[in-house]
């Protein structure tokens, strides 16, 4: 099965109410896809002490958020030195695809150089 994994962008736009993007990840699971993502990528917009975050939370449910282990750690820092772009979160997202699936962001052109440093052949999807 493919899947659309999520960067923090994607999230980001579910918790600000946008309906154009709750829409697009209620399309997806329908055709089949996965929801796929991580524990790191749920730290960048997770602020909730409060029941703020419900379109956030309710999303979370439906989304496969797997954790980073020392291993994922060490193979991010070598894909970013490969692709030659700072930020390990980036490459722990770009690390959870695998050939066919969509990774859905909110920075195309860092994923991008990520993916193609990967050769997961992942299709990259500006959100």
């Known amino acids: 099965m493919s899947a659309l994994v999520l960067d923090a962008g994607a999230l980001l736009a579910v918790d600000r109410g946008d309906r154009a993007m709750i829409a697009r990840l209620q399309v997806a699971q329908r055709a089949g896809l996965e929801l796929r993502s991580n524990a790191m990528v749920v730290a960048q917009v997770w602020r909730d002490r409060r029941g703020r975050q419900v379109s956030l939370a309710r999303l979370l449910l439906a989304v496969d958020v797997r954790a980073v282990n020392p291993g994922d750690g060490r193979d991010a820092g070598m894909l970013l030195a490969d692709a030659g772009t ?14 066919g699936d969509r990774i859905l962001t909110s920075d195309p052109g860092d994923l991008a150089r990520l993916a193609e440093a990967a050769r997961n052949r992942a299709v990259i999807v500006a959100c």
């Open 86 to 99: 700072a930020d390990a979160i980036d490459a722990t997202v770009v690390l959870l695809a695998t050939p």
